[in-house]
């Protein structure tokens, strides 16, 4: 299994512009998530979705969209992008076990997305 | 909010037992304790989690207050590959999504 895959790894935007963030995971998890980091500060969680077709808002969704169209990916679109949104930005997913959410979250590598 | 409480960042010699503290005084009784640590710019990675006893796996131990209100996490033999931040989250396994926070964690450096 490749687990949590993301891609790109690092990218560079100008400010207005919009890029769509890759995230697959090959462990048939329902749940998935998407997070920032900033320098030195903990994670922060942006969107997440509990199976496909559905997804719902973390604590910083503005400026980001998602979409859930199958099991296994789970993109994050920035619209606009703009020089706050700069951060590394992790995916991630987690398994059910006995029909109840866990929180053992396997974690992507991460995006460095920088906004010049 | 946060719910858990770590000391900023703890220094442990190479060899040595690392002891990893976490602070959760007001967890429910049916949230459990996670450990996660971060390698310098990689994605979070899980350790070992528990509710009430204490719970050990090939790479650390987990050791859970009988109050419950605070745990510790044991890597037995620190190696400079375990310098990383360390998070403990609180969190119950729930049919529905629970909000979970990654404060800012624990730095442990390891020292040769």
């Known amino acids: 299994n490749a687990g949590v895959t993301q891609t790109p790894k690092f990218r560079i935007l100008k400010i207005g512009q919009s890029m769509t963030l890759q995230c697959t995971q090959d462990?048939?998890?329902?749940?998935m998530y998407w997070y920032r980091q900033d320098p030195g500060m903990g994670l922060k969680l942006i969107y997440y979705?509990?199976?496909?077709?559905?997804?719902d808002k973390g604590e910083v969704p503005n400026g980001y969209n998602v979409s859930r169209s199958t099991t296994e990916d789970f993109p994050l679109r920035l619209e606009l992008a703009a020089p706050s949104q700069t951060s590394v930005y992790f995916c991630a997913s987690s398994e059910i076990l006995a029909g109840f959410r866990t929180d053992t979250q396997y974690f992507g590598p991460g995006t460095r997305l920088t906004v010049l | 909010d946060a719910k858990t409480t770590q000391p900023p960042s703890m220094d442990c010699a190479e060899g040595r037992a690392a002891n990893l503290p976490c602070n959760h005084s007001t967890i429910s009784g049916n949230e459990y304790v996670y450990w996660y640590r971060q390698i310098h710019s990689q994605g979070p990675q899980y350790i070992i989690h528990?509710?009430?006893n204490n719970e050990t796996n090939e790479m650390a131990s987990l050791i859970i207050t009988e109050d419950r209100k605070s745990s510790t996490l044991i890597l037995p033999h620190a190696t400079l590959r375990d310098t990383a931040v360390y998070y403990c989250i609180v969190s119950a396994n729930s049919g529905g999504y629970q909000k979970v926070t990654f404060g800012t964690g624990t730095k442990l450096q390891v020292i040769p």
């Open positions: 979705s509990v199976g496909a077709g559905i997804t």
């Open positions: 462990m048939n998890h329902n749940y």
């Open positions: 528990g509710l009430k």
